[in-house]
């Protein structure tokens, strides 16, 4: 059974770095588009950044200049660099990927979280 598992997620005042990792484990061939998912409490989730196989990035408009996305292949782990983190930033930040199995070309993982909460 494929797994993704987020950590470093906490407490931070406004202004803060916290740095997120998921790690993915399991029979895997190879892993293609990671991503960075986040959702606050009565909102829908949203994407926040994510990072293809040879490393091409994208971030959401809210994020831009202040997080920072990477993989390494080899380790099979994302990173979510948090820079100057304000109150709305506060969320459950969920892992994803699209993973390569023996049995399956393109399967859709998702973590289970790990919450992330801005306050003074």
């Known amino acids: 059974q494929v797994q993704l598992v987020e950590s470093g997620g906490g407490l931070v005042t406004p202004g803060g770095s916290l740095r997120l990792s998921c790690a993915a484990s399991g029979t895997i061939l190879s892993i293609n588009d990671m991503r960075w998912y986040r959702q606050a409490p009565g909102k829908e989730r949203e994407l926040v950044a994510d990072i293809t196989s040879i490393g091409s990035t994208n971030y959401a408009d809210s994020v831009k200049g202040r997080f920072t996305i990477s993989r390494d292949n080899a380790k099979r782990t994302v990173s979510l660099q948090m820079n100057s983190l304000k109150p709305e930033d506060t969320a459950v930040y969920y892992c994803?990927?699209?993973?390569?199995?023996?049995?399956?070309?393109?399967?859709?993982?998702w973590g289970k979280g790990t919450l992330v909460t801005v306050s003074s």
């Open positions: 994803n990927a699209a993973i390569i199995t023996a049995s399956i070309y393109d399967m859709n993982v």
